[in-house]
């Protein structure tokens, strides 16, 4: 039986030059699949998934980036 997880929520934070925080944001997973894909059933084991991650509002001022699993 091949093995599953859940998907998790994944987190995307924004800095600026200085180390700040310029934007943030928390995903759930129906925010981040393709509707095709169903939530409920899991990540299968060698099976590669696509996400699109969406944040406005960052400006010019982000330079570096944080991802985060949680």
Do not use: N, W
Request: aromatic share 12%.
């Amino acid at each position: 039986m091949p093995c599953t997880a859940r998907f998790p929520t994944l987190q995307l934070v924004l800095y600026d030059r200085s180390g700040s925080m310029v934007a943030a944001r928390r995903f759930e997973p129906a925010e981040y699949l393709d509707a095709s894909l169903p939530v409920a059933g899991g990540m299968k084991a060698g099976q590669p998934v696509y996400i699109v991650l969406e944040l406005a509002g960052a400006g010019d001022s982000a330079v570096s980036f944080e991802f985060t699993f949680l």
